[in-house]
């Protein structure tokens, strides 16, 4: 069984920075991508970034770029996203997701409450 649990969340105020924990269970981080998205109340979910399983390779949305890293420990089973300098307008739900280019099949976790406020 596949699962993707994420942890980290806080309220926090503005300029903190937070990392966000996403440990996935029932696949092999070699073999599956990592993204992580958000939701703020009403908004559309957003991508905002993604750590390739083959290469490590990182990508970044332009609203997170510069703020935002992430990082991945197999040992762990763990994925980090570390987010920096937070702003008022990163308040969302963060989730995490695996997916996978070779089967198309992606898992995602229940989501972590991130909450910017002073």
């Known amino acids: 069984q596949v699962q993707l649990v994420e942890s980290g969340g806080d309220l926090v105020q503005p300029g903190a920075t937070l990392r966000l924990s996403c440990v996935v269970s029932?696949?092999?981080?070699?073999?599956?991508?990592i993204g992580w998205f958000r939701q703020a109340p009403g908004k559309e979910r957003e991508g905002i970034s993604c750590?390739?399983?083959?290469?490590?390779?990182?990508h970044f949305a332009d609203s997170v770029k510069g703020r935002f890293t992430v990082s991945r420990d197999n040992y762990e089973k763990a994925v980090y996203l570390e987010i920096g300098s937070l702003k008022p307008e990163d308040t969302a739900v963060y989730y995490c997701?695996?997916?996978?280019?070779?089967?198309?099949?992606?898992?995602w976790g229940q989501g972590t409450q991130v909450t910017v406020s002073s």
């Open positions: 997701n695996a997916f996978s280019a070779v089967t198309r099949r992606e898992y």
């Open positions: 029932g696949v092999s981080l070699d073999y599956y991508n």
């Open positions: 750590i390739s399983g083959s290469d490590d390779s990182t």
